[in-house]
């Protein structure tokens, strides 16, 4: 069965301040992998798919990297800013299903 | 607007009274599923679909069933709801289910039920 696991599971950065946010996964069988961002009480909002042959994705200040022989996942954020406030969460896809981490909710103090 | 809609958006039921979830995509994904997210158990799969009148149990399908009649919808039907059954619901497509670039998932804006 896949385990996500994401470290650390909160974390508060000052403005301006680079994030990381760090996901492994115990089955390195997966077709892809794809951060999401998710606001309180609201639905997830997708940042960045990883295709399993790819080792990294970029968009903007987003840049995640893939690593799946060691099963690990990195998300950076660049210049946070006040508005990247949220949960941020890891999915692996494999086996007709995303599995999730629990995610790791970040705040960006102004 | 590409987009996954559920609804309704919030619902408070009383315990054994049946109710539908809606959930349609504008996107022609051939793959849907639907998820409930519980403070300290995370995001869990319920069912899936991968096509037309082709539908399999997730992790968590007890007490559910769904249909999927025409590919840009995908209920979720609660036939005698209980108060274990509180939780947030989400609706999620994608293109396809197997390898290659057309996987990436979008979600539903939630449904978040109440059962009492």
């Known amino acids: 069965k896949q385990e996500v696991t994401q470290i650390p599971a909160a974390l508060s950065v000052p403005e301006g301040e680079n994030l990381v946010l760090n996901c492994s996964f115990t089955d390195s069988a997966i077709y892809n992998l794809q951060w999401f961002r998710q606001d309180p009480g609201k639905g997830l909002t997708s940042l960045l798919l990883?295709?399993?042959?790819?080792r990294e994705q970029t968009s903007g200040r987003l840049n995640a990297s893939l690593d799946k022989s060691s099963g690990r996942s990195t998300l950076y954020i660049a210049a946070s800013q006040p508005g990247d406030s949220a949960t941020y969460l890891c999915?692996?896809?494999?086996?007709?299903?995303?599995?999730f981490g629990a995610g790791t909710t970040v705040t960006v103090r102004a | 607007e590409a987009q996954v809609t559920q609804n309704p958006r919030y619902l408070i039921t009383v315990t054994g009274k049946k109710l539908t979830v809606t959930c349609s995509q504008n996107?022609?994904?051939?793959?849907m599923s639907w998820y409930r997210q519980d403070p300290g158990l995370g995001l869990r799969q319920i069912y899936y679909s991968m096509n037309v009148e082709v539908t399999d149990k997730g992790d968590v399908p007890e007490g559910y069933k769904v249909s999927r009649k025409e590919k840009r919808n995908f209920p979720l039907i609660l036939e005698s709801p209980s108060p274990n059954q509180t939780s947030l619901y989400f609706c999620?497509?994608?293109?396809?289910?197997?390898?290659?670039?057309?996987?990436?998932?979008?979600f539903g804006q939630g449904t978040r039920l109440t059962v009492v």
């Open positions: 996107m022609n994904h051939e793959y």
């Open positions: 990883i295709q399993s042959s790819q």
């Open positions: 999915a692996v896809y494999g086996d007709y299903k995303l599995s």
């Open positions: 999620a497509s994608s293109p396809t289910t197997g390898t290659g670039e057309n996987t990436e998932a979008f």
